[in-house]
């Protein structure tokens, strides 16, 4: 099993600039979320999804889209960039009533 | 509502020396608590993790226990070694709200020779 993958593993964007952040888990999770890790703020989440086609804000949602098509990936949009949101990414999945969350490597974005 | 407050850091200790970092929580359920260890360049990994109060969670030398007269879950390490240099982050997850986290703010934690 490759786990949780995320892809690109760095990023630069200019201000006004869209992408998109790829997650991918092949452990068949049902949960998948979202959080930006800043310095002295630990991790905050962004959105999760409880399963296909279900998602839901969390914490600092806005800015951020999602979607959940289908139960292996969960990719996270940035539509129009913001120096604000210049952090590390983390995607994390798990199994409802396993109570661990399984993480991925992150992505260091930088926005210009 | 929900939220895990964990002692400041960062942490500086010699090579052999006892680990506390100390971390506290409120939840509104019976939540489950857990300690994540961030290593430079990585993502998260579970360290240990207790479920209910008065579990012991343990792993790698590094123990908690889960207290809930005092909501805390201290983690505890009796010889630290170097290569336990890291970020540490307490979190609770709460099954009222569908299993999602709360993370701490994460104490930095660097071991000299």
């Known amino acids: 099993n490759a786990g949780v993958t995320q892809t690109p593993k760095f990023q630069v964007l200019k201000t006004g600039q869209s992408m998109t952040l790829q997650c991918a888990q092949d452990?068949?999770?049902?949960?998948m979320s979202w959080y930006r890790q800043d310095p002295g703020m630990g991790l905050r989440l962004i959105h999760y999804?409880?399963?296909?086609?279900?998602?839901d804000q969390g914490e600092v949602p806005n800015g951020y889209n999602v979607s959940r098509s289908t139960t292996e990936d969960f990719p996270l949009r940035l539509l129009s960039a913001a120096p604000s949101q210049t952090s590390v990414y983390f995607c994390?999945?798990?199994?409802?009533?396993?109570?661990?969350?399984?993480f991925g490597p992150g992505t260091r974005l930088t926005v210009l | 509502g929900n939220s895990v407050t964990q002692m400041e850091g960062p942490v500086t200790l010699s090579e052999e020396a006892f680990l506390t970092i100390n971390c506290t929580y409120t939840?509104?359920?019976?939540?489950?608590l857990f300690w994540y260890v961030q290593y430079p360049g990585e993502g998260l990994q579970l360290l240990l993790k207790?479920?209910?109060?008065?579990d012991k969670g343990s792993n790698k030398g590094f123990e908690a226990t889960y207290r809930k007269e005092t909501t805390s879950f201290h983690l505890e390490k009796g010889s630290v070694q170097v290569s336990d240099s890291a970020v540490y982050f307490c979190?609770?997850?709460?099954?009222?709200?569908?299993?999602?986290?709360?993370f701490g703010t994460g104490t930095s934690l660097t071991v000299i020779p």
């Open positions: 999804s409880v399963g296909a086609g279900i998602t």
């Open positions: 979190a609770l997850s709460d099954r009222n709200t569908g299993n999602q986290f709360y």
């Open positions: 994390a999945s798990s199994q409802p009533g396993t109570d661990t969350q399984y």
């Open positions: 452990m068949n999770h049902e949960y």
């Open positions: 939840a509104t359920g019976y939540p489950s």
């Open positions: 207790a479920t209910k109060a008065d």
